[in-house]
Each structure stands twice: as structure tokens, then as C-alpha cells.
């Protein structure tokens, strides 16, 4: 009879497609506690890179898979939870949505990093602790950045509550809310928590399920990757029989890709041709398809990611291809070796500690600018009203029209100054 009950259990609960719905982001300043939340929501510690483990920042764009779930017995946030089976009542846990976490570095010299991954989000969770004054100089920037790449759902999540007092944290509530104030975000959930002590976090992920739908997905266009990372997983010293091709990380925007379909990367390699530097499309074949853990025969629209290639593992390693664009051959859009923007500056200069007026676009000036998943160094060479036109470090594939992000450098630091579209001339 009991056997009965569970298998009936198990029809009524299908288990959810190997891959994420939905991309959110773990953004915030730096030490507010992303990766710790992340860790605990998904039981992966996203800070694999050597320097990341010293250092204790996150340095490159992590990623973990996380499937919500609820209990069909139990009522509020306690119903919510990542276990198949209810801690509270102990029944079997309905999921809900499986989503791919997106970890940011909230560091002020990683903000090209931030902005590369920020256009891969369908929604964000932006951490403010709450043993520190609101806004610090990296929180106020990465929602600067969210609201100028679009990103319109986002969740606040007020962190460590174990280290303040209960005056302290209704204070820096209070902080929170007078930041949000008269930007797009002024109603977003404001949810305090402890990631440490696992504290609230079922009333985050409630958060997250109401208010972060599932957007709709353009399956039937032509595929459209943004590479967000790229590297060599092949073990040092490996035999040359053994060696697998390079891998791409990152996201499709529309579109799916299949195991065995040939592939184009924009802008590519670089190559001298006549001695002249020119950057030539790469040609590639999908050997396989991951999400997550799971081998997948093909994969769509959304979550991040991995696309094993036959590239030769030296032309991906080291994150060498982010920042390209992945999709059919001769249907990718067009490389710019130099860009003319519509430009709008911001009044004020985001993230700095002191009140900054964001000053001209001067001529020979370096921008660092992002574009999708891609970030260069342009130098103006043209100014006209409200445009500029700068030669570019290195090209950037993307659509006449897409939105690119302008930070200039202040002191020893690229800060967010305003965004332009990319015009054709």
C-alpha cells in the first residue's frame, strides 16, 4: 500500500527538462555575501579559479544550477526549498522551476566582468549587508547597470542580519529603501536574510518565484550564443588520444543548437594576413551539449550552458573567446572594428565614493565598452552631437542598434559614466 502511494506520488510529480529556465544574477559590492548565498542555495561553491580561492573574491563570471521546489502540505515560506523532501512535514516536495544562478564579481576593478554577465540575465538578486551603510559604491553601480542593460526583475536581498542588531538592521532597511527610491526598482522585495546561518531562505525563494517570471523563449529563430566563458578541460599531462576539444560557456538568447550541427564564432581568431592584423570567423562542429551536469542531445533558449567543440583546446583556453558571438554559419550579425554611438551620459559619475559630474567625451579618450557579453577598449576619434565614433582594441560582434554600456577611467578605475546604441552611421 505504501509502495502504491509513492509511485502514485511520483506521477503526480514529474521531475522538471535537464535544463534551467531562467538566468538570474548574484550581483552586488564586493564581501556582501553572493557566493555564500549561491553555495547555499545550490550546494556548489562557485570560486574555482586559483586566485578566487586565495583571494576569497569572485574574479570570472560562476554559475550553479538550482531547482526550486514546494511542499504541497505545508503553507508560506516554509514551504519552499531545494530537498525533494519536505523538512517540516517530510512529504515529497513538488519542483517548481529549475534556474542557472549567475555569480558576479562585485569588485570595482571586475566591472567589465559584471557587465558581461549581466546581459545573460532575466532577472537578479542584488545583495546589501547589513553590517554596512547603504549604498556602498558597487552596489549603487551594479544597479546602475542592471537598469541600463534592462534588466527589469530584481529581488534585494539584505544579508548577514546575525551580525547587527535588530535596530541596526531595521536602520539599514530603511537605508535600502531611501537608495531605491525613484529608480525602476522602488518596489522590489526587500528580503533580510543570513546566509550563513541559512536563515530566510524560504522567503527568498518565494521572492524569486513571484516575482521573477519565466520569460517566453524564441526557440524558432536562428541560434544566438553569447559566450561568457571559454577554456580547456583537459587535465595537464593528458594523453594526446584522450585530449576533447575546447568548451563555450555562456547563454543562447534564441534559437537551439543540436549535437553534430556546424557552427560559426564571431569575431573570431586573430590572423596576419599581407602583415596586416585582420580577425577571421571560426568554423566548428558541436561535439556534445551540458547543462548543469546533465548531457543534453540539444539545448535552447535559456539557462547557461557548456558547447563542447572540435577546436583544438589552445584557440579556447583561458577565456579567449569570450565575449563572441556562437550561431549558423553566415547568419551571425556583423563584426565592428570601429563604432559610431548614440550617446546618453549619466549626470553622475556610478561608483565612486565621492559625488562625481560625469564630464564631455573627449577626443582620443579611452571608454572601456560592453556590448552582449563582450567588453573592449574604444579610443573616440570623432565627436559630433550626441555621437561619438571610436576605433576599437578589439572587435565586437552585435546588431546595429544593440546597447552598449560606457565607463571611462577615473583614477585607477573604469567607472559607469552612460550607454549609446550602435548606429550604422
Given at each position: 500500500?505504501a509502495?502504491?502511494?509513492?509511485?502514485e506520488?511520483?506521477?503526480?510529480?514529474?521531475?522538471?527538462?535537464?535544463?534551467?529556465?531562467?538566468n538570474?544574477?548574484?550581483?552586488?559590492h564586493?564581501?556582501?555575501?553572493?557566493?555564500?548565498?549561491?553555495?547555499?542555495?545550490?550546494?556548489?561553491?562557485?570560486d574555482?579559479h586559483?586566485e578566487?580561492?586565495?583571494?576569497g573574491?569572485?574574479?570570472?563570471?560562476g554559475?550553479a544550477?538550482?531547482?526550486f521546489?514546494?511542499?504541497?502540505?505545508?503553507?508560506?515560506?516554509k514551504?519552499?526549498?531545494?530537498?525533494?523532501?519536505c523538512?517540516?512535514?517530510?512529504?515529497?516536495?513538488?519542483?517548481?522551476?529549475k534556474v542557472?544562478f549567475?555569480d558576479?564579481?562585485?569588485?570595482?576593478s571586475?566591472?567589465?566582468?559584471m557587465?558581461a554577465?549581466a546581459?545573460?540575465?532575466d532577472?537578479?538578486?542584488?545583495?546589501?549587508?547589513?553590517?554596512?551603510?547603504?549604498?556602498q559604491?558597487?552596489?549603487?553601480?551594479?544597479?546602475?547597470?542592471?537598469q541600463?542593460?534592462?534588466?527589469?526583475?530584481?529581488?534585494?536581498?539584505q544579508?548577514?542580519?546575525?551580525?547587527?542588531?535588530?535596530?541596526?538592521?531595521?536602520?539599514?532597511?530603511?537605508?535600502?529603501?531611501e537608495f531605491?527610491?525613484?529608480?525602476?526598482?522602488?518596489?522590489?522585495?526587500?528580503?533580510?536574510?543570513?546566509?550563513?546561518?541559512?536563515?530566510?531562505?524560504?522567503?527568498l525563494?518565494q521572492?524569486?518565484d513571484?516575482?521573477i517570471?519565466?520569460p517566453?523563449?524564441?526557440?524558432?529563430?536562428?541560434p544566438?550564443?553569447?559566450?561568457?566563458?571559454?577554456f580547456?578541460?583537459n587535465r595537464p599531462?593528458?594523453?594526446?588520444?584522450?585530449?576533447?576539444g575546447g568548451v563555450?560557456?555562456?547563454s543562447?538568447?534564441?534559437g537551439?543548437?543540436?549535437?553534430?550541427?556546424?557552427?560559426e564564432?564571431?569575431?573570431?581568431?586573430?590572423?596576419?594576413?599581407?602583415?596586416?592584423q585582420v580577425?577571421?570567423?571560426?568554423?566548428?562542429k558541436?561535439i556534445?551539449?551540458?547543462?548543469?551536469?546533465l548531457n543534453?542531445?540539444?539545448v535552447?533558449p535559456?539557462?547557461?550552458?557548456g558547447?563542447?567543440?572540435s577546436l583544438?583546446?589552445s584557440?579556447?583556453?583561458s577565456?579567449q573567446?569570450?565575449?563572441?558571438l556562437?550561431?549558423?554559419?553566415?547568419k551571425?550579425?556583423?563584426?565592428?572594428s570601429?563604432l559610431?554611438?548614440?550617446?546618453?551620459?549619466?549626470?553622475r559619475v556610478?561608483?565612486?565614493?565621492?559625488e562625481?559630474d560625469?564630464?564631455p567625451?573627449?577626443?582620443?579618450?579611452?571608454?572601456?565598452l560592453?556590448?552582449?557579453?563582450a567588453?573592449t577598449?574604444?579610443?573616440?576619434?570623432?565627436?559630433?552631437k550626441?555621437?561619438i565614433?571610436?576605433?576599437?582594441?578589439?572587435?565586437?560582434?552585435?546588431?546595429?542598434?544593440?546597447?552598449?554600456?560606457?565607463?571611462?577611467?577615473?583614477?585607477?578605475?573604469?567607472r559607469?559614466?552612460?550607454y549609446?546604441?550602435?548606429?550604422?552611421k
Amino acid at each position: 500500500m505504501a509502495k502504491k502511494k509513492k509511485d502514485e506520488e511520483q506521477q503526480e510529480m514529474p521531475e522538471l527538462p535537464g535544463q534551467p529556465v531562467l538566468n538570474i544574477g548574484m550581483v552586488g559590492h564586493v564581501d556582501h555575501g553572493k557566493t555564500t548565498l549561491l553555495e547555499r542555495l545550490s550546494g556548489k561553491w562557485t570560486d574555482t579559479h586559483s586566485e578566487e580561492l586565495k583571494r576569497g573574491i569572485t574574479i570570472r563570471l560562476g554559475y550553479a544550477d538550482v531547482t526550486f521546489r514546494k511542499c504541497q502540505k505545508c503553507d508560506g515560506p516554509k514551504a519552499y526549498t531545494t530537498r525533494e523532501t519536505c523538512q517540516i512535514c517530510n512529504s515529497r516536495t513538488k519542483p517548481l522551476r529549475k534556474v542557472s544562478f549567475v555569480d558576479a564579481p562585485g569588485h570595482e576593478s571586475l566591472m567589465a566582468t559584471m557587465l558581461a554577465g549581466a546581459t545573460i540575465m532575466d532577472g537578479a538578486v542584488l545583495l546589501v549587508a547589513a553590517n554596512e551603510q547603504c549604498p556602498q559604491p558597487q552596489t549603487r553601480e551594479h544597479l546602475m547597470a542592471l537598469q541600463i542593460i534592462g534588466v527589469k526583475n530584481v529581488i534585494v536581498v539584505q544579508n548577514k542580519i546575525d551580525l547587527v542588531s535588530e535596530e541596526q538592521a531595521i536602520k539599514n532597511y530603511e537605508q535600502i529603501q531611501e537608495f531605491l527610491k525613484g529608480t525602476e526598482f522602488e518596489n522590489a522585495p526587500v528580503i533580510p536574510i543570513s546566509a550563513q546561518h541559512r536563515a530566510g531562505l524560504g522567503n527568498l525563494m518565494q521572492a524569486i518565484d513571484e516575482y521573477i517570471p519565466t520569460p517566453i523563449r524564441e526557440r524558432e529563430k536562428e541560434p544566438l550564443m553569447l559566450v561568457a566563458r571559454s577554456f580547456d578541460i583537459n587535465r595537464p599531462g593528458i594523453a594526446p588520444d584522450a585530449l576533447v576539444g575546447g568548451v563555450l560557456g555562456g547563454s543562447l538568447k534564441q534559437g537551439t543548437l543540436h549535437i553534430g550541427d556546424t557552427i560559426e564564432i564571431k569575431p573570431g581568431r586573430n590572423v596576419v594576413e599581407k602583415n596586416q592584423q585582420v580577425w577571421k570567423p571560426i568554423t566548428t562542429k558541436i561535439i556534445s551539449l551540458n547543462s548543469g551536469s546533465l548531457n543534453l542531445e540539444s539545448v535552447g533558449p535559456s539557462g547557461s550552458i557548456g558547447v563542447m567543440t572540435s577546436l583544438d583546446p589552445s584557440v579556447v583556453k583561458s577565456d579567449q573567446l569570450t565575449g563572441s558571438l556562437v550561431g549558423n554559419p553566415g547568419k551571425l550579425p556583423k563584426v565592428w572594428s570601429e563604432l559610431i554611438l548614440d550617446v546618453h551620459l549619466l549626470k553622475r559619475v556610478v561608483g565612486t565614493k565621492e559625488e562625481l559630474d560625469v564630464e564631455p567625451v573627449k577626443i582620443a579618450e579611452p571608454l572601456m565598452l560592453n556590448v552582449n557579453s563582450a567588453a573592449t577598449v574604444g579610443i573616440v576619434i570623432e565627436l559630433r552631437k550626441n555621437k561619438i565614433k571610436c576605433r576599437l582594441k578589439l572587435p565586437v560582434c552585435a546588431d546595429a542598434g544593440s546597447r552598449v554600456t560606457i565607463s571611462r577611467r577615473i583614477g585607477n578605475r573604469f567607472r559607469l559614466i552612460g550607454y549609446g546604441e550602435i548606429m550604422e552611421k
